[in-house]
């Protein structure tokens, strides 16, 4: 009898199948690396899915930003990481071949340090534990380091192209069901079934969100017991004379863990993107609002650039070097955080924190994410990336 009358209401019909077509929605706040993975997952499976980003990524002001990203699976930073690790190769794969765009170049890694490392302890346990292959290399090639280091060479490890992923993952998007509104979302909330995210001149509402929004993750997460620090990177990117451009054209990735400073890290970048080198210092930089962030760099981060090159390619041979910012969003443990925000019922989700080890995961993080969102299990242990473990 309420259906008949439901339907007898021209109004109430139209407010009828606005509900309905909300139900199926899923709503991402942020465009970046995770919520563009999340989209392409949640747009393949037909959600109705609506990311609202005020830029469009790629763009200088995200954690994407530096063309390149290195890719591994002798992970040291956690043991539970590498499972993640071999099912987001195998959606990069994936990713190339419904796109037909090359993602991924396979150069291999040396990973350098004292025989004490923790880093390198690190990296030979995953390796042992997970059958990955890792050789024990004798000191050679590009870098001079001391002589009682070891080296050790990774073979299925490489780069990934950033601009690339992101145009595989925009055009193997079902564009039926994803929407990019390129705005600023303000607040969220929930009421009663369904969620309500406002932007500057908009309201959307749908059944699920997800917060993906990097360095702006604290403007959405209010009391949650999330401690999240946004810092500035700084990446440099230094351009070789003729001469020195062959030999380095075919090197593999390198992490060197300089007992000092922390873990530096670089590649032997695509001409196509840049000829030359890309050096970075993997260790938090400035903690910085990221709405401040600005291209401006001072001497101490640029001296810990030439302090590596200086120590380890003393020999090197350059024209310039062109420096770099990106932004970090850094959590307590440097682990990710993927779970959904206490008291909403599982209708908001959280993946932030990624610590500028992110990017490699993306795929498998957008699978995970979009499962959680349309209330579909996954096979991972997440344990170590749930909230509670920030839990007094």
Same mark, same amino acid.
């Given at each position: 009898?309420? $259906? &008949?009358?439901?339907?007898?209401?021209?109004?109430?019909?139209?407010?009828?199948? =606005? =509900?309905?077509?909300?139900?199926?929605?899923?709503?991402?706040?942020?465009?970046?690396?995770?919520?563009?993975?999340?989209?392409?997952?949640?747009?393949?499976?037909? =959600?109705?899915?609506?990311?609202?980003?005020?830029?469009?990524?790629?763009?200088?002001?995200?954690?994407?930003? !530096?063309?390149?990203?290195?890719?591994?699976?002798?992970?040291?930073?956690?043991?539970?990481?590498?499972?993640?690790?071999?099912?987001?190769?195998?959606?990069?794969?994936?990713?190339?071949?419904?796109?037909?765009?090359?993602?991924?170049?396979?150069?291999?890694?040396?990973?350098?340090? #004292?025989?004490?490392?923790?880093?390198?302890? !690190?990296?030979?346990?995953?390796?042992?534990?997970?059958?990955?292959?890792?050789?024990?290399?004798?000191?050679?090639?590009?870098?001079?380091?001391?002589?009682?280091?070891?080296?050790?060479?990774?073979?299925?490890?490489?780069?990934?192209?950033?601009?690339?992923?992101?145009?595989?993952?925009?055009?193997?998007?079902?564009?039926?069901?994803?929407?990019?509104?390129?705005?600023?979302?303000?607040?969220?909330?929930? &009421?009663?079934?369904?969620?309500?995210?406002?932007?500057?001149?908009?309201?959307?509402?749908?059944?699920?969100?997800?917060?993906?929004?990097?360095?702006?993750?604290?403007?959405?997460?209010?009391?949650?017991?999330?401690? $999240?620090?946004?810092?500035?990177?700084?990446?440099?990117?230094?351009?070789?004379?003729?001469?020195?451009?062959?030999?380095?054209?075919?090197?593999?990735?390198?992490?060197?863990?300089?007992?000092?400073?922390?873990?530096?890290?670089?590649?032997?970048?695509?001409?196509?993107?840049?000829?030359?080198?890309?050096?970075?210092?993997?260790?938090?930089? #400035?903690?910085?609002?990221?709405?401040?962030?600005?291209?401006?760099?001072?001497?101490?981060?640029?001296?810990?650039?030439?302090?590596?090159?200086?120590?380890?390619?003393?020999?090197?041979?350059?024209?310039?070097?062109?420096?770099?910012?990106?932004?970090?969003?850094?959590?307590?443990?440097?682990?990710? &955080?993927?779970?959904?925000?206490?008291?909403?019922?599982?209708? =908001?989700?959280?993946?932030?924190?990624?610590?500028?080890?992110?990017?490699?995961?993306?795929?498998?993080?957008?699978?995970?994410?979009?499962?959680?969102?349309?209330?579909?299990?996954?096979?991972?242990?997440?344990?170590?990336?749930?909230?509670?473990?920030?839990?007094?």
């Amino acid at each position: 009898m309420n $259906l &008949i009358r439901l339907l007898n209401s021209s109004l109430t019909l139209n407010l009828f199948l =606005v =509900v309905t077509v909300m139900e199926k929605c899923v709503i991402i706040i942020g465009g970046g690396s995770m919520g563009r993975a999340a989209a392409w997952f949640l747009s393949k499976a037909k =959600v109705k899915t609506i990311m609202i980003d005020p830029l469009q990524a790629p763009h200088e002001n995200g954690s994407h930003s !530096g063309y390149t990203r290195i890719i591994r699976k002798s992970y040291f930073e956690h043991l539970d990481y590498v499972p993640l690790l071999k099912r987001s190769y195998y959606w990069w794969r994936q990713l190339e071949s419904s796109s037909k765009i090359k993602i991924y170049t396979e150069t291999g890694i040396d990973y350098y340090g #004292e025989k004490s490392s923790s880093i390198l302890k !690190g990296i030979k346990y995953a390796s042992d534990k997970y059958g990955i292959p890792l050789f024990h290399k004798r000191q050679q090639g590009y870098f001079r380091t001391p002589g009682d280091w070891e080296q050790w060479f990774e073979p299925e490890a490489g780069y990934l192209n950033v601009q690339a992923a992101f145009e595989a993952f925009r055009v193997s998007s079902n564009s039926q069901y994803l929407t990019h509104i390129r705005e600023k979302a303000i607040s969220w909330k929930i &009421i009663g079934d369904y969620v309500e995210v406002k932007t500057a001149s908009n309201t959307f509402t749908g059944e699920k969100i997800i917060i993906s929004s990097g360095a702006w993750t604290n403007n959405f997460i209010g009391d949650s017991p999330v401690s $999240l620090r946004t810092t500035k990177q700084v990446l440099a990117f230094v351009h070789l004379t003729d001469e020195q451009t062959f030999p380095f054209a075919h090197m593999p990735c390198w992490f060197i863990h300089d007992p000092e400073k922390g873990m530096y890290y670089g590649f032997t970048m695509d001409q196509s993107i840049h000829q030359g080198l890309k050096i970075a210092l993997h260790m938090p930089g #400035e903690s910085i609002n990221p709405n401040a962030l600005s291209d401006d760099i001072n001497f101490s981060e640029k001296n810990k650039i030439i302090y590596f090159m200086e120590t380890y390619l003393p020999e090197l041979k350059y024209t310039s070097i062109d420096y770099k910012v990106c932004l970090y969003t850094y959590s307590a443990d440097e682990n990710f &955080i993927i779970d959904f925000l206490p008291q909403t019922d599982k209708k =908001v989700i959280l993946s932030t924190g990624f610590s500028g080890h992110g990017f490699k995961f993306a795929p498998v993080i957008g699978e995970i994410i979009s499962k959680m969102a349309m209330n579909e299990s996954h096979d991972f242990n997440l344990g170590f990336l749930k909230l509670n473990r920030f839990a007094v």
